[in-house]
């Protein structure tokens, strides 16, 4: 569909719904193939999402080994809907057409915790306790969700367990995480390691690795995860007695994965320094909401899947300085890295002697990439 074929379709879509003749602001993209528009009417604003299902976005659960995938705003209404039972502050979805991939939703306007934090005139602690309670909220419905249907299915002789069934998410495993993870391999090793032996050598004691790990990322049991929870997708939302909510956005990739993974995407964020103070007060806060989780296995899990989430990140920014020319992302390469060791000598030891062994110091640090893309990528 040609730009002004696409650019008919959007203003039959908001004529239909009473928004033709508003305002339009671009807003700024993600990393995502999604575009959004803030739209005025006097004093009335929303957000139009324009996701084209002939765009090719990226699967985010490890699904399949064939990553690329055509685009549909099905997964945003499905759990736009999860959420809000769930007790969560969610954007409502005002109009949608899932053919055309549009969808028009409300605007929770601009104050992210990221904008809050900058300001300066909010205590940091203050936002990170609003997000773990948003949290704690969430595991606990899912809990009763998950108790409920054990009920059910034991009267059954089936399994309690949350499953897709239940949610109509995908269910992780160690396969799809290892999946997720062959980004990191394909994208990102071959800037740091040119050697095609030497990266083969890496890659073969990798997939050795993830045997040993993967499986620990599960040790304190599994919940639905938002995946990518973090202060950019997090927002002030003024409520009606003058207070403000956590309302909570880009969660249409949603899972039921390892209990830690949101906690790990707050608390251990690439692109904002949380410190470890904030980071110990908010585990403490959630353990105490949960008394019979074993910390210690929860401790191992958090871990185990911070180690997933930053190995996978490192692949996706290789793959969007790759494809989309975002040289940008690659900024955060050093702190992914940190990241990533950060209490492995404790816990998970032999990713630490992987990362000693594999990836010395100079190469943890922002990758060069030459601008004629025929050349082969180096981390010299």
């Given amino acids: 569909m040609s ?5 008919s379709v959007i203003d039959g879509f908001l004529d239909q719904h009473g928004w033709g003749s508003a305002g339009r602001e671009k807003l700024v993209d993600d990393a995502s193939a999604r575009k959004y528009f803030r739209l005025g009417r006097g004093f009335e604003t929303a957000l139009l999402m324009d996701f084209p299902p002939n765009a090719v976005s990226i699967d985010p659960h490890g699904v399949s080994d064939i990553p690329e995938r055509l685009a549909s705003i099905a997964p945003v209404l499905q759990t736009t809907t999860l959420f809000t039972d769930l007790g969560w ?15 028009l939703i409300e605007d929770f306007g601009d104050l992210t915790f990221t904008r809050a934090l900058a300001m300066g005139s909010i205590v940091p602690a203050s936002l990170y306790i609003r997000a773990t309670d948003a949290l704690i909220t969430l595991h606990r419905g899912c809990d009763a969700m998950a108790a409920g249907a054990a009920g059910v299915n034991a009267a059954n002789g089936a399994n309690g367990e949350l499953s897709q069934a239940m949610a109509g998410l995908v269910t992780y495993q160690p396969a799809n995480l290892r999946r997720q993870l062959a980004s990191f391999g394909r994208d990102y ?9 030497r ?10 690795l993830l045997d040993h790990v993967l499986p620990q990322c599960f040790d304190a049991g599994q919940t639905i995860i938002h995946r990518d929870y973090h202060v950019d997708n997090l927002m002030l939302v003024d409520t009606d007695d003058g207070d403000a909510d956590c309302g909570i956005i880009d969660f249409q990739d949603a ?26 007060t908010m585990m403490a806060r959630y353990l105490a909401a ?20 930053n190995f996978r990140i490192l692949g996706r920014f290789g793959w969007l300085a790759r494809e989309s020319g ?15 060791l950060r209490g492995a000598q404790q816990n998970l030891p032999e990713l630490a002697d992987w990362v000693e062994n594999h990836i010395p110091a100079s190469a943890r640090l922002a990758p060069v990439i030459p601008n004629d893309h025929s050349q082969p990528w180096t981390g010299k």
């Fill in 3 to 7: 730009q002004q074929d696409r650019g």
């Fill in 89 to 103: 502050r969610v954007p409502e979805v005002l109009a949608h057409d899932v053919a055309n991939g549009l969808a």
């Fill in 189 to 197: 090793l071959p800037l740091v390691i040119a050697d095609d032996a």
């Fill in 199 to 208: 990266r083969g050598h890496a890659m073969q004691e990798f997939d050795d």
């Fill in 255 to 280: 899972a039921i994965g390892p209990r830690p993974y949101d906690l790990v995407s707050l608390l251990r964020d690439v692109r904002h320094d949380v410190g470890i103070d904030i980071e110990r």
């Fill in 290 to 309: 949960f008394p019979e989780i074993d910390e210690t296995a929860f401790n191992r899990a958090y871990i185990a899947t911070g180690m997933v989430r």
């Fill in 326 to 340: 975002k040289m940008r992302y690659l900024e955060f390469v050093p702190r992914c890295w940190e990241l990533i």
